[in-house]
């Protein structure tokens, strides 16, 4: 978010013409059309810590936000502006803002919106981090936060009608795959009042866009399918300027800054997205068709199986169903702890979104900091085993799971 009093709207910034171009070209291109120094073709990694000026009236201006500018690097910095325009963009947002990790783009929201005695309606699937923070952490302030069954929609919209300040979704859920329908709860949402907020990580702008369906906010952790290549940390917030400019306040004062290196890999990453969003949910399909047909396997969890209970409302809601699946073996946490390991093509890590498969079990990734009864209570069997899909050969995949069925 470029420090500026006045947030100008899509007919100002009309010289980018990836505004009006398709999801594709926009990743590549979105914020990229503002001339870099020496004519470079790419955004310059801009390590600088402070912005220098030779007279006190335009400092005095671009430090109260009268001029766009930079002053110092935990403020703004170039290149994280351009990282946040393409996600404003990519997300049909009226702005954005960072933070150094996913976890630090959510924390921002919660703690810049919310006050004591306000009450927060969310799903029992959100990601452990988020799940933490509505457990542990907001109860303390006397921010009451009730989280109810994932695929109850009556149940939620009666509980955000009983009060509701922000109502917190996240879909498809990590790591159970579970979807929630935008457009009916934001309604229901905004019908209380709340600020209605939504975890698009496993979708990506690609799939999805809260935004267009109701929500007021969107959030991802770039670290994942933003990025894509594992190697940078970050998260981001879009939606309506008024709440973005109070989440850019509290973000800028606790310090959560997105490194400008970071942004840098997040905005080469982004360059690719859609082609790696494409191959990975093809793979994504096919795996999970593999293994809804193995004898092995107790259940597949992938919105874009018919079997799957939201798959119509997947088709509805979603471009593509995404790269993520999760499914249990047929003797479960023993079984997934000799079955994982013996894969060839896969990292046994706690990421997700890469280009390479990657393969995780609740316990040790999304839901580590929750204890097993806190897992079982969030409806995580400790016998699931998550996998992002690559963008490797499908063949190969699917070879590397059968030899690693057959070794067990």
Not at 146 to 173: F, K, N, Q, S, W
Not at 279 to 308: C, I
Request: glycine fraction near 10%; proline fraction near 5%; charge should be negative.
């Amino acid at each position: 978010m470029t420090h500026h009093a006045d947030h100008p709207d899509d007919t100002d910034r009309g010289a980018d013409p990836a505004l009006h171009a398709r999801p594709g070209t926009r990743a590549v291109w979105a914020g990229e059309h503002g001339g870099f120094m020496d004519r470079a073709t790419q955004v310059p990694m801009v390590g600088s810590v402070a912005f220098g000026y030779d007279d006190l009236d335009t400092w005095y201006e671009v430090a109260t936000g009268a001029r766009e500018g930079h002053i110092y690097g935990r403020n703004t910095n170039p290149t994280v502006a351009v990282f946040e325009e393409k996600l404003r963009i990519l997300e049909g947002a009226e702005d954005a803002t960072s933070a150094s990790t996913g976890m630090g783009a959510i924390s921002a929201v919660l703690w810049a919106l919310l006050r004591p005695g306000d009450r927060v309606v969310s799903v029992k699937d959100t990601y452990g981090g988020t799940s933490k923070l509505f457990t542990e952490f907001l109860p303390d302030y006397r921010i009451e936060v009730e989280l109810v069954d994932t695929t109850d929609h009556d149940a939620i919209e009666r509980e955000v009608a009983r009060g509701c300040d922000l109502l917190y979704l996240e879909t498809p859920t990590n790591p159970t795959l579970k979807l929630l329908d935008l457009e009916r709860l934001s309604a229901a949402g905004h019908a209380a009042g709340a600020v209605v907020v939504v975890d698009n990580t496993f979708a990506t702008p690609i799939n999805q866009q809260p935004l267009a369906l109701g929500a007021d906010l969107v959030v991802h952790s770039a670290t994942k399918y933003l990025g894509g290549h594992a190697d940078a940390l970050g998260g981001v917030v879009a939606g309506r300027t008024e709440l973005i400019e109070r989440i850019y306040h509290y973000r800028e004062i606790n310090g959560a800054t997105l490194h400008p290196e970071a942004a840098y890999l997040l905005l080469r990453g982004l360059k690719t997205l859609h082609l790696r969003v494409e191959r990975q949910q093809h793979n994504a399909q096919g795996v999970a068709e593999y293994l809804e047909a193995h004898e092995g396997v107790t259940v597949v969890n992938y919105p874009g199986l018919a079997s799957h209970p939201q798959h119509e409302l997947a088709t509805l809601q979603m471009r593509g169903f995404g790269g993520m699946l999760s499914f249990g073996l047929e003797g479960g946490l023993d079984a997934l702890a000799r079955f994982f390991p013996r894969l060839r093509f896969a990292h046994a890590a706690a990421n997700l979104g890469a280009v390479e498969t990657i393969v995780a079990p609740p316990a040790t990734s999304s839901h580590v900091e929750c204890s097993p009864a806190e897992r079982a209570a969030l409806g995580i069997p400790e016998g699931l085993l998550r996998y992002s899909a690559g963008i490797e050969d499908l063949e190969d995949l699917l070879a590397d799971l059968d030899q690693a069925f057959a070794a067990r």
